[in-house]
């Protein structure tokens, strides 16, 4: 699509686990760090604090950005 990723965006990707028999779609936060990329959930729940570090993805798992969220609506 042309459109750049940039330290603190939020995405929506597609993580394949376990040589792609599990699948998951989800939304995180993009962090810039020196070895490179990770991705941060947004979630207030405990068990889904760890980010996703790029660089460190076992050859088993691969992850793809779907898009990049552009505004977020919430009711109040």
């Known amino acids: 699509s042309g459109a750049d990723i940039h330290d603190g965006d939020?995405?929506?990707i597609e993580w394949f686990r376990f040589d792609g028999q599990m699948?998951?779609?989800t939304?995180?936060?993009v962090k810039k760090t020196?070895?490179?990329y990770e991705l941060w959930p947004e979630s207030?729940?405990?068990a889904h604090q760890d980010?996703?570090?790029l660089s460190e993805l076992p050859?088993?798992?691969s992850?793809?950005?779907w898009a990049k969220v552009l505004w977020v609506l919430r009711k109040p």
Do not use: F, Y
Request: net charge positive.
């Open 63 to 65: 992850v793809r950005v």
């Open 27 to 29: 939304a995180k936060r």
């Open 23 to 25: 699948r998951m779609i």
């Open 10 to 12: 939020l995405v929506v």
């Open 44 to 46: 207030d729940d405990p």
């Open 59 to 61: 050859e088993h798992e």
């Open 51 to 53: 980010p996703i570090v």
């Open 34 to 36: 020196r070895s490179g």
